[in-house]
């Protein structure tokens, strides 16, 4: 198992609420990266956060933000939430300087009704 | 952006039969092969990966090739185990300090004993 935890584990949001997704990367990791991945797809990159300003952003609009603290956690913040969010959210923590690899957490189940 | 196809979408095999899964990519400045495993309900875990100054990579049971000149890369398992049914996803990236994880759409493994 990585060292990366994430909460909640799951969330049951109405449509055009808000929503904060919480990661904690593995001890040492420096960036995180998060996902969203629908059922039966492959993650697809929101946008990764190194030394706290976002490094490189998906085809995902800007109503998904986020935020890296000192400790390096990050968090996801989604607005006005569509039925179309609903999806498992993975980040995944990884060291600048490693060369890509990335070490997930065990997501959050995030359901829009 | 990376393109990355992966074939076939499902696999079903004998337990000790060989399994191998196919991907295809775009970006000739991909550099960064990994492998993930994901399990029902669980995170996506990393199981081996190549880089392009690699042509193979063996850990056990499990070998990935990558053929840069045809820009595909395979995942090889040999001597299947029930343990090994999962649904595993091959992902590029350009192996920078930093970056995004192109990710295929996954191969539904299921191993019978």
């Known amino acids: 198992e990585t060292g990366v935890t994430q909460s909640p584990t799951h969330l049951i949001k109405t449509r055009g609420q808000q929503v904060t997704l919480r990661c904690s990367s593995q001890s040492g990791h420096n960036t995180v990266s998060w996902y969203q991945q629908a059922l039966g797809q492959g993650p697809q990159f929101i946008f990764q956060y190194y030394r706290e300003e976002e490094n490189g952003r998906g085809n995902f609009p800007p109503r998904f933000s986020g935020l890296q603290f000192p400790n390096y956690s990050s968090e996801l913040n989604v607005n006005a939430l569509e039925l179309d969010d609903s999806a498992l959210y993975l980040c995944a923590s990884s060291l600048a300087g490693r060369g890509g690899e990335q070490y997930f957490g065990p997501g959050t189940r995030l359901t829009v009704t | 952006g990376e393109n990355v196809e992966q074939h076939p979408s499902t696999l079903s095999v004998q337990e000790g039969d060989s399994a191998v899964i196919k991907c295809t990519y775009s970006d000739s400045a991909s550099n960064y092969f990994p492998w993930y495993k994901q399990e029902l309900g669980k995170r996506p875990q990393l199981i081996i990966d190549?880089?392009?100054?690699?042509g193979e990579k063996k850990d056990q049971r499990i070998a990935v090739t990558l053929n840069k000149t045809a820009k595909h890369f395979s995942l090889h398992i040999t001597e299947t185990q029930p343990e090994d049914s999962a649904v595993y996803f091959c992902a590029a990236n350009r192996g920078s300090t930093l970056g995004r994880l192109y990710f295929g759409r996954g191969t539904q493994l299921t191993v019978w004993p």
């Open positions: 190549i880089r392009s100054n690699v």
